[in-house]
């Protein structure tokens, strides 16, 4: 199972571009990298997906550098709705299915 | 459906009652899963299924919770003589196939509270 490090929290300003790196050194050749962000009451919600290099859509981009033992989510110009926890995630298949672990994730608040 | 629908939103039940949560996933998603998340708590894996069979109900916390699903849709969570720990909102979430690359989509959750 891969298991991931992010940091516990991260404080910014309205404006400023947000970047969370997410450790997971013992990534399978299978496993692709997944963010999800989640409001405080709500379920977590799908941001972005990569297996490598660079990915970007219109949310955010996802750099994963060659080796993939780490992944960072970029969020550019930040607006205070930005604030919540995001979770990095890398799939594991076990036998012939998936199992999801979440992390603690990062506690990201935008300030104005 | 257009998303994942998760009934009821809300529940507030005495302690040693059993409630029944339910989940409808999104139309043609062959895998379905439960979370749980405990107030300013991480989500914790639960179970999951693919198709109607459940190849890992290792995260299922004790032999109280149990969890069906019928015709490869709707599941079922179930928690006999709830406890005071089991509060908690139940996350059910579902994805087109299991495995890595499969994107997952959560329900609004079902927010269990036992007094």
């Known amino acids: 199972l891969a298991k991931t490090t992010q940091p516990i929290s991260m404080d910014s300003y309205e404006g400023q571009e947000v970047n969370i790196t997410c450790s997971h050194n013992?990534?399978?050749?299978?496993?692709?990298i997944t963010w999800y962000q989640q409001f405080p009451s709500q379920g977590p919600r799908f941001i972005i997906q990569g297996y490598k290099t660079k990915v970007t859509n219109e949310v955010a981009s996802l750099f994963i550098p060659a080796d993939r033992k780490s992944s960072t989510l970029s969020l550019p110009r930040v607006s205070l709705s930005d604030t919540a926890v995001y979770y990095c995630l890398v799939g594991d298949e076990v036998w012939d299915g998936n199992k999801l672990v979440f992390g603690a994730g990062t506690i990201l608040r935008v300030k104005s | 459906g257009a998303g994942v629908s998760q009934s009821p939103s809300n529940k507030v039940t005495e302690k040693g009652k059993d409630v029944e949560l339910r989940c409808d996933p999104i139309s043609g998603h062959t895998a379905l899963y439960w979370y749980r998340q405990s107030l300013g708590q991480g989500l914790e894996f639960l179970i999951y299924?693919?198709?109607?069979?459940?190849?890992?109900k290792s995260g299922l916390p004790s032999d109280r919770f149990s969890a069906e699903r019928t015709g490869g849709s709707v599941s079922t969570l179930t928690i006999q003589r709830t406890q005071q720990e089991d509060s908690a909102v139940y996350l059910c979430?579902?994805?087109?196939?299991?495995?890595?690359?499969?994107?997952?989509?959560f329900g609004e959750g079902s927010w269990l509270t036992v007094v």
């Open positions: 299924f693919q198709g109607n069979s459940a190849p890992d």
């Open positions: 013992n990534i399978a050749t299978n496993d692709y």
């Open positions: 979430a579902s994805s087109l196939r299991a495995g890595s690359g499969n994107t997952i989509y």
